[in-house]
Structures are given as C-alpha cells and as structure tokens.
C-alpha cells in the first residue's frame, strides 16, 4: 500500500512538471543565483549530479522543487540569515500542528547554512536545496497530511490527498521576508483546525508543569454536599484541567500549589458546577458526581491528551476539503452525534448509536440519494452468520418468534422447519416492515461497499446512554424522521414523510432531487459548536497506530 501511495505521488509529480525538470536544473546550475554571485563552470558538474539525485528523490513525494526555482528566477534564495532564521522558526511552528521539527531538519538548518557560507558556491547551493526541501516538505504535510490515510486508518474510503501545493503564492511569500505566511497559506482553513492547535498548545505547556494529586480510587463516588478529603484532590485536579476559581493559590505553580480551609472539604455547587463542565468535555454523563469514568478522565495523563490531540489534527487536515461541502451530513462517530448542514446556514444535531468495538462504523464520504420509507430489514451476512444462526440452531421457533422469515433468493418464504439449519445455503432472513423493525420507519440511504445507512430505530431508550457504540456498524439516530423531512424539502422533493409513511407499502424508496454529502469520521479529540475541545473514548483503538506513524520519519 505504501508502494502505490508513492507511485501515486511520483505520477502527480511528473504531470505537474516532469519535462521541466532537467531544464530547471540546467537553468539553476548556469544561471545567477544572485546580483553577486553566479556558479563558475568547475562547480557545475558536480551541482548538477547533486540537484538531479536531490529531485530524483524527491519526485516520490511530489516536492515542486523544480518549479519553485523557476517562480525565483532560478536563483537561491536562502544565502541570507534572517530569512533562514524566519524558515527555522516557522519549521519549529509544525509542532503546534502535530508535527515534529526534527523531522524537517528545523534544528540542524542554522548550522548547516553558517557551514555553506564560509565554503563553495556548488556547497551553497546544497544547502539552499536542502531548505527548500524541508520548506516543501512541512507544507505539503500540512495541506495534506503527512500519512496515507489508507495505511493507518481501517476501511478508510477515499484516496489520500495529493492537492498541490500553491507555488507561486509560497515562492512570494518567501522573496517576501514572510515564511510563516505560506505556512499559515497551509494550514486548512477549517473552523475546527486552530481550536485543536490552541488546544495542543495549552497541554503542551501543561505538560511542563508539574501535577496534581491523582483523584484516589473509592468504594463510593464522591457526590454533591459530601464533606470529604478527596474533594480537596478533586479540586486539584480540575484546576489542573483549567477550571478557575476552585482553589487558592496558583495553578501554574503545581506541584507545591496547596489548598487550606476547611471549605475546601466541602463538595459545593461551585464545585458541581466545574465538574459537570469537564464531564461534558470528556462526553460523560454530566450528573456532578464522581463515578469510576469520571475517575479516569480526571486522572489522565496530559501526555495522552497532548496524543491525542496530535492524532485529530492529522486527520483534519485529510477531511478539511469535505468541509467545503454545503449542505452536508457529519456523522461524529466516536462523538456520538451527527449534524446536518442545510442550505440556508442552519445546522440541526442529533445524538446517534454507532457500531461497538465488535463492529465497528467504518469511515465513509459519500452522497445521500435516497430514503426508504416502511423499510423492512434483510439481515446482513455478519449478523445472520454470528448472531442468529446460533440462536435458530438451539431454538427452532426463534425467527417465529421475532417476525423472521426465512426466504429464498428468488423471494419464497421457506417454512424454517424445513431448513438445515447447520447449512442453510441460500437462505436469506428478513423482518417485514413495522414498529418492531430494527430500521425503524425510515432509512437514509448513501452508496457505499461496506452497506452502512443511517436510519430509526424502536430501542429510543439507547439514545439517553452516555457511551453508545453499541450497533451492528449502522448509525441509528434520534430523531432521523425530522433530517428525512429536511433532506425532503432542502433538495426540493414534493413528497411528504408523513404521507408516505401511512401508506400500507413497505420499502418504499424515494430519490433526493439532489444528493447531499455526507461524511463519517472518527475523531477522539475535536472543537464542539462553542470551540471548547472534548475529548472522546478511543473506543475502536485506532489512534494509536496514527500516532505511530506520526512519530516515524
């Protein structure tokens, strides 16, 4: 897979500007590379057999090298300190990205120029290459995302991004003594992309400081109006978080911060308060009292904060150009809610059930067509094979009992005392349309391989859990009937939801005179519609296989 994604980068390189490339580095190595200075001729050899193996290699990654020479007039641009300087540093800003410095040679590149200057013209302009590089290089990753998606991120259905980069804008915001524009250029331009940098920030500076005291572990959870020491640890850790206000002293001077009074024991409202707010950032019931997960969350590690927060923006900067999409459906998987769009600005949101750990929502970008209304449900392969067949096989009268019928792939209803169940062969099981339905009354439907749809549901008492992976991979969602009456008139359909639900049909499906985009994503740390950050159960353990690969070069 990582072979086809750099043939992939190598084809896009070579549309852009391969039979340039050998006139570019013809031009570089014969042309001034400045008002004082140009190559001799004993350099050029050499140069050239240097510039060529450096574009070779970089070719795989889709680096315009040749084609930012050419925006320069053909000349080396990074001979001055300052403007090396302005590169370093904007190098050294990837890190509030996600991204690491050293990997863009960021803390080498001062000592690398100083050496250039006191040697060769062809040494100068090997340096000068090496800085482009690193500067094509950390941008490339920003507007696309250093890694293959594919590779690290399961069912991933798109390709990667191969977007190229602006040239022109970046070779004039250079000449222009303004490096960290072209890197700010980069970066998407997403509501949800600074907020996450903010954020990696603060837990980065956090993450210097020293720590509160853990929260203890107790038989008891410690409620509101409890009169307690572990409410002083509690306190503590939540102005660790950056609640305000709940201690007295300092929270930048952690460790030695200490808390004094007897007030402090007191589990108060203002303390409730504070609580609920940081339950709410973690996606935990916010009730105010301090059960085993609220434990947990308090007593996390910033570093797996800061982790996590590296991961997200690394997969927003894949998503950031399905954003562009107006309307649009955003099915937050790990966040347990879903928003749709609509074309007038408005944005509508709902708590939904995704797949458990087991089965898992695989991340989809697709376009919804259609609705069936009155659907009747044919049990997926997965589902029959592990959950039913089981059952059936131990008692006969189980499909009987839940509305289950057997049929044929030619649509006959098969009488299932008939069937060998030990090998049933082509025998599908469907449940007729109706309340007790498990799709509810009404499905949306989107093109996909994996046969994911977001549709109702009668177990309406699942919504008001907290954690909800708990689905055979669908997406349920509260309230699907009122986004199925938006879809219907946002795209300008003449039918009415509540019309065709009183037809006695069933699978009746219904085309959208326009197909709307939608996107499920797993994100474990994104911005909520205030731009506070909350932070998600890993609850399919995908992160850290992003995180990984970030790591390596």
């Known amino acids: 897979m990582h072979e086809v994604h750099r043939q992939q980068r190598s084809t896009l ?6 039979p340039t490339v050998c006139l570019a580095l013809t031009l570089l190595v ?3 590379v400045s008002a004082q200075k140009t190559l001799p001729a004993s350099a050029q050899t050499a140069l050239l057999e240097l510039s060529n193996a450096d574009i070779s290699a970089q070719q795989n990654e889709g680096l ?6 050419q925006h320069v007039g053909q000349r080396l641009v990074w001979q001055d300190a300052d403007r090396v300087e302005a590169l370093v540093a904007a190098l050294e800003g990837v890190a509030d990205d996600g991204l690491t410095p050293s990997h863009y040679g960021a803390g080498r590149l001062k000592a690398k120029f100083q050496r250039s200057q006191s040697q060769d013209v062809a040494a100068q302009a090997a340096f000068d290459l090496s800085a482009t590089r690193a500067l094509l290089k950390a941008l490339n990753h920003l507007q696309n995302g250093k890694l293959n998606p594919r590779e690290v991120a399961p069912r991933w259905d798109r390709p990667p991004r191969l977007d190229a980069l602006p040239v022109a804008s970046i070779t004039q915001a250079v000449l222009n003594g303004a490096v960290e524009q072209a890197f700010a250029q980069a970066r998407p331009q997403r509501p949800y992309y600074q907020p996450l940098r903010e954020a990696l920030s603060r837990y980065r500076a956090l993450a210097q400081q020293g720590s509160a005291p ?10 509101p109006g409890d009169r307690d020491d572990d409410v002083v640890a509690l306190r503590q850790r939540l102005t660790y978080w950056g609640e305000s206000g709940l201690v007295s002293g300092r929270p930048e001077a952690y460790p030695q911060i200490r808390i004094e009074g007897q007030e402090s024991r007191e589990f108060d409202r203002e303390l409730e308060a504070a609580l609920k707010r940081f339950q709410r950032r973690h996606l935990l019931e916010a009730d105010g009292v301090v059960g085993e997960k609220t434990r947990r969350a308090l007593n996390a590690s910033v570093t797996t904060r800061v982790e996590q927060l590296r991961v997200n923006l690394e997969r927003g900067r894949w998503i950031a150009p399905w954003f562009s999409h107006k309307p649009h459906v955003w099915v937050d998987i790990a966040g347990y809610r879903m928003a749709y769009l609509r074309p007038n600005g408005e944005r509508w949101s709902s708590r939904i059930v995704v797949g458990s750990s087991r089965r898992e929502t695989p991340v989809i970008n697709s376009r919804i067509t259609h609705l069936t209304v009155n659907p009747s449900w044919t049990l997926p392969p997965t589902i029959m094979r592990e959950d039913i067949l089981p059952e059936v096989r131990r008692d006969p009268d189980y499909l009987a009992e839940r509305g289950i019928n057997a049929i044929s792939y ?4 098969l009488n299932p005392h008939e069937i060998d169940w030990a090998s049933p062969g082509n025998v599908m099981l469907r449940q007729p349309a109706g309340q007790s339905n498990p799709l509810g009354r009404v499905v949306v439907r989107f093109p996909n391989s994996e046969m994911i749809y977001l549709h109702d549901t009668p177990a309406q008492g699942l919504f008001r859990r907290d954690q909800r992976a708990l689905s055979s991979g669908c997406v349920r969602v509260e309230g699907v009937r009122e986004l199925a009456r938006m879809l219907l008139k946002d795209t300008g359909s003449g039918y ?4 065709l639900i009183n037809k006695p049909r069933s699978d009746i499906n219904v085309n959208l005179p326009q197909a709307i985009p939608v996107a499920l994503h797993y994100v474990t740390a994104w911005p909520d519609e205030a731009g506070e950050m909350t932070f998600r159960e890993d609850v399919y353990r995908r992160d850290q296989r992003v995180l990984n690969a970030l790591n390596r070069r």
């Open 13 to 18: 390189a070579r549309q852009r500007w391969g």
């Open 30 to 32: 014969s042309a001034p």
């Open 64 to 69: 315009p090298l040749a084609a930012f020479y």
């Open 214 to 223: 853990l929260f203890p572990s107790r038989e008891a959870a410690l409620r």
């Open 410 to 413: 030619s649509g006959e209803v």
């Open 496 to 499: 009415r939801l509540e019309t």
